[in-house]
């Protein structure tokens, strides 16, 4: 593994998206991965460090569906352009996993919301608000995207009885893994990511409010 390589890893790089990138590679192209997306623009991260790059009038053209353009989270091949640190996606990279909703218009079609995810955090209190057939639901889209869910139930310190809503969880996730924390941005995900070593882990307090936003993210 070369240098540039080692470089893209803390961002998701690995054998699959190197595989696929040998063609572009050759052609001069450089790996990068889509941070956020602004309409005719991306936000990247490569080896270089971030910069800014558009989406080539080519692809544009031959993208089927939407589904077909950069979205956050995807790998794409990238050419450097001369002057100031931008670069233009010329072709969007095989996705491992990939999460869908429909988008409403003229006519009706699918959108990538979040790309290239290994994990995913399903996060639901202990309070009056857990529900069970909610965390199916929402299973449910996970396993469909090809990401590995993981459901972190927080809040225990405001629940009279943990062990019997884990039961209730464990009904409708039968095998899934699970994890618990009274403060779940100083203990829960920490405790969640020991469960499986993971380079990609896209986490969300609500998945009805993720499919409304695009964000991923990393943490090595």
């Known amino acids: 593994m070369d ?3 080692q470089q893209l890893e803390r961002y998701g790089w690995n054998d699959f998206f190197a595989a696929h990138f040998g063609e572009f ?3 001069g192209h450089v790996a990068g991965r889509i941070a ?3 309409n005719q623009f991306c936000r990247v991260y490569t080896a270089r460090g971030e910069m800014l790059a558009e989406i080539a009038g080519r692809l544009r053209r031959r993208a089927e569906s939407r589904a077909d353009l950069p979205a956050v989270g995807d790998w794409v091949a990238l050419r450097l352009v001369e002057s100031g640190n931008k670069a ?3 072709a969007v990279l095989p996705r491992s996993s990939k999460f869908m909703r429909k988008t409403k218009g003229v006519k009706t079609e699918e959108q990538v919301v979040g790309a290239n995810i290994d994990t995913l955090f399903l996060v639901t209190s202990l309070n009056q608000d857990f529900n069970p057939r909610r965390i199916e639901r929402y299973l449910t889209v996970a396993w469909e995207s090809g990401a590995s869910p993981v459901i972190l139930l927080t809040k225990t310190d405001l629940c009279d009885d943990v062990e019997t809503k884990i039961k209730e969880a464990e009904e409708v996730a039968p095998g899934r893994r699970f994890t618990r924390s009274a403060r779940f941005m100083v203990r829960g995900v920490r405790e969640a990511k020991g469960l ?3 380079i990609n882990i896209f986490s969300q307090a609500r ?3 993720w499919s409304g936003r695009r964000a991923w993210a990393n943490r090595p």
């Open 88 to 90: 233009v996606i010329h």
């Open 196 to 198: 499986r070593p993971s």
């Open 3 to 5: 240098l540039k390589d």
């Open 25 to 27: 590679a050759a052609q």
């Open 207 to 209: 998945l009805s409010r």
């Open 36 to 38: 956020l997306e602004y």
